[in-house]
């Protein structure tokens, strides 16, 4: 009989990897989840909010696709993982056996015992269920007077768009004295802050929530501010305080956990048979400079790729190569390439050439070694480069002037796009005559 894989997990890891596992095998395989039926594009949730596309538009498949790739499909909750019978127990009742075992539950908002954070009208904006929610709460701003968002990663700024979308009024709680300042270089963090600011949300910086306050129904009446007690009337808070592994299920069980599920370079767990990929997976030694819980995209798909072919037997360690991601700070598009570090872990050697454009809504920061002028990375905002080329550039360890100079190359705005790399050149130019 076939080897029966199951997947935990119907996200990004999960499912490349039981797509992967079926193109180079006959396993039997398995996805669980108890969120949707079929996987969706999470990072595309924003957008049906917006009205940009329905939720149909954000699966990648068709419904037929798993029969017809022999990928069996259990909509339940996993309450419990025995791994010496190796069986999985479910919340009402029913158990599933398995011969190998993929863990990709990715991850949970965080919550951080705020008296009223499980009233109705507080969520997060991560699962499905999250969307549902907003469009009971916020439909328009009849309904939802003003939302409060609390926490100020990628996530706070996604659902600031989405509801100043709706004409709803945002407050934006952020503990931190510049946004993002933790990543950002200071530079690009004041360029958000005005950013933000510029769309009419009410941007608090270095201000926490103290509690969520109800109504007479179990409602979101108002937020208190910790520093000044002051009382702002709402009826939604969005909790965006940065995300954790969602592993809370296995707990009870024989598998090494940290913060996530610590997994060797191979995404194997203590436990043989057992693996952990995606946002729930903790790697025992970090790759490089990255952190152990890797919560992004594109690094649950490689993981999904290397795993499946570790269980198709050809062991394969997680290698993701350079670091790179992507965002959107409402109008302005984001890219990192490489390492670029805000005051949180800069090394002595780091050091910064910053460009900012007169509009305020165009920068870059070029970090490099101050000793060897080794180019380390680059952020850019409001301008589109191209990923291979600077994956190229780190890759053989190109100096900072170098990648100055032949920034055009890497420019991937559209054509007939105004470019910005001669002033670019010009500024570096002056800044060296200056050092």
């Known amino acids: 009989m076939e080897e029966h894989v199951v997947i935990i997990g119907n996200g990004i890891a999960g499912v ?126 009849q309904s939802c007077k003003r939302a409060v968002i609390v926490g100020g990663g990628l996530i706070g700024i996604e659902l600031a768009e989405m509801l100043n979308s709706r004409n709803i009024p945002v407050t934006f709680l952020v503990r931190e004295q510049s946004f993002w300042n933790g990543i950002l270089p200071q530079g690009e963090s004041d360029m958000i802050n005005r950013h933000i600011k510029n769309h009419h949300i009410d941007l608090r910086l270095g201000t926490n929530l103290k509690e969520i306050v109800s109504d007479e129904n179990s409602q979101v009446k108002s937020v208190i501010i910790e520093e000044t007690g002051e009382e702002i009337p709402c009826n939604v808070v969005g909790l965006t305080a940065g995300v954790s592994p969602n592993i809370d299920f296995i707990k009870d069980s024989d598998i090494e956990t940290n913060k996530g599920i610590k997994v060797n ?116 905002f409001g301008i589109r480069m191209r990923h291979e080329t600077f994956d190229k550039w780190l890759t053989e360890k190109r100096d900072v002037h170098f990648v100055i100079n032949h920034l055009a190359e890497a420019n991937f705005d559209p054509e007939f796009y105004k470019t910005y790399e001669g002033d670019i050149l010009s500024a570096y130019n002056q800044t060296l005559q200056t050092v």
């Open 265 to 380: 370079r191979f995404l194997e767990t203590n436990i043989p048979d057992i693996y952990a990929i995606g946002d729930c997976a903790e790697q025992i030694e970090p790759v490089g400079q990255r952190p152990p819980v890797e919560a992004v995209w594109y690094t649950g798909r490689m993981m999904g790729e290397a795993l499946a072919q570790t269980i198709c037997g050809n062991r394969m360690a997680y290698n993701p190569g350079h670091w790179f991601n992507s965002a959107k700070f409402l109008d302005i598009e984001y890219q990192t390439y490489g390492w670029v570090h805000g005051k949180k872990g800069k090394p002595d050697y780091e050091k910064h050439f910053h460009w900012i454009h007169d509009d305020d809504t165009k920068c870059i920061t070029v970090a490099y070694d101050e000793n060897t002028n080794q180019f380390l990375g680059i952020n850019t």
């Open 16 to 141: 490349t990897a039981a797509r992967h596992i079926r193109k180079f095998s006959n396993k039997k395989i398995t996805i669980i989840s108890s969120e949707t039926e079929y996987f969706f594009s999470r990072t595309a949730l924003m957008y049906i909010y917006m009205g940009h596309m329905t939720f149909e538009h954000t699966q990648p498949y068709e419904n037929w696709f798993w029969e017809k790739n022999r990928i069996a499909l259990k909509k339940a909750f996993v309450e419990k993982v025995e791994s010496d019978t190796k069986t999985l127990y479910f919340e009402n009742g029913e158990t599933l056996n398995y011969d190998k075992l993929i863990i990709a539950t990715g991850s949970k908002p965080n919550k951080f015992g705020w008296p009223g954070q499980d009233l109705e009208g507080v969520m997060g904006l991560y699962h499905k269920q999250d969307l549902d929610l907003l469009e009971k709460y916020a439909p328009d701003n």
